[in-house]
């Protein structure tokens, strides 16, 4: 390992002190199980490291009808939220405990796809993220956050501080399918949020994961629903517009085509499940 100084700052005011002076030399780990990895196997040799788990940024509150959640807040902090199902079913499969106890939140805007999974679910939850750097604060919907493949709209000197999550008030759905039950990458992920009118579909939220550059919302399938009754033909027409939006990839675990297949048919469920 080439580190030679690990910062470990006890307030954000401090961290983004400390990423102001040293700049994108600076390697943040937040939980670390996607930095360390990297640092113990040569891939990254940051020379100076700063340590956010003691910034501050852990807390967990909920108030006014809207859960907070610090960017270092873990992944098993996650699925302790029984009152939102959607968080803490997508908290609980993504790794095993170890993974869950370490990795944050925040972490897992940065984990590459496959993985993103509570992403997908904040996403479905119409979540906001903020950014902050010494100028200031700056929150925007999460579906703004991801640019592309690795890429996001994080300035050099911004730290993700934390988010905030509406609690839901309509039905949720969660489902992810991977090659075993547990602690395995997902081929797809589907978050689903719908806020019902009666038999209508007032609001519709489809997020995808595992199937496209990065966590996703599937726009078109939820304008598939939005207004209409949820029957079989307005589900059969999400779960068709979700399989022609999303841009999934082949890998080790999955081609192409099979995840954009599944799509179709984890979208289905999920909203025959809600139904
Ligand atoms: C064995 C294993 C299994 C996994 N399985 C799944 C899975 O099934 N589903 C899934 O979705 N994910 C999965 N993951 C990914 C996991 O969710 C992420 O590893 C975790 O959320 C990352 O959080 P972290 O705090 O550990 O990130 P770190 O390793 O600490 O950080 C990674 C990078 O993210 C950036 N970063 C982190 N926090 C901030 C911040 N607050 N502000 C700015 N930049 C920041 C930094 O650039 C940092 O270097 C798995 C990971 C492992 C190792």
Redesign the pocket.
């Known amino acids: 390992m080439t580190t030679k100084t690990y910062y470990q700052p006890r307030s954000l005011d401090e961290a983004l002190s400390l990423l102001a002076q040293h700049g994108p030399a600076l390697?943040?780990?937040?939980?670390?199980?996607?930095?360390?990895?990297l640092i113990n196997e040569g891939v990254s040799m940051p020379e100076q490291a700063m340590g956010?788990r003691r910034a501050g940024?852990n807390l967990v509150h909920r108030a006014d009808g809207h859960l907070t959640i610090g960017?270092?807040a873990t992944?098993t902090q996650m699925a302790e939220q029984q009152e939102i199902p959607l968080l803490a079913e997508a908290a609980h499969?993504?790794?095993?405990w170890a993974?869950r106890n370490?990795?944050?939140?925040?972490?897992?805007?940065?984990?590459p796809p496959?993985?993103?999974?509570?992403?997908a679910a904040l996403l479905a939850l119409d979540a906001t993220v903020t950014l902050a750097d010494r100028g200031g604060r700056r929150t925007l919907p999460l579906s703004e956050f991801f640019t592309g493949f690795m890429m996001n709209v994080?300035r050099p000197g911004?730290?993700?501080?934390g988010f905030d999550v509406p609690i839901p008030t309509g039905k949720t759905a969660f489902l992810?399918y991977?090659r075993k039950q547990a602690?395995?990458?997902?081929i797809v992920?589907v978050a689903a949020h719908l806020v019902m009118a009666g038999q209508t579909v007032k609001q519709a939220r489809i997020a995808l994961?595992a199937v496209g550059p990065h966590p996703l919302r599937a726009r078109n399938a939820e304008a598939a629903l939005a207004g209409r009754k949820l029957d079989e033909v307005s589900i059969g027409a999400a779960a068709v517009a979700a399989t022609e939006e999303c841009e999934p990839f082949t890998d080790a675990i999955a081609t192409e085509w099979y995840r954009r297949k599944m799509v179709g048919v984890y979208v289905r469920r999920a909203l025959e499940q809600i139904a």
């Open positions: 390697l943040v780990i937040a939980g670390g199980t996607l930095a360390m990895p956010l940024l960017a270092t992944l499969s993504i790794g095993g993974i370490m990795g944050t939140v925040g972490g897992n805007l940065f984990a496959p993985a993103g999974d509570l992403a994080l911004e730290l993700v501080v992810r991977g602690n395995t990458p997902a992920t994961n």
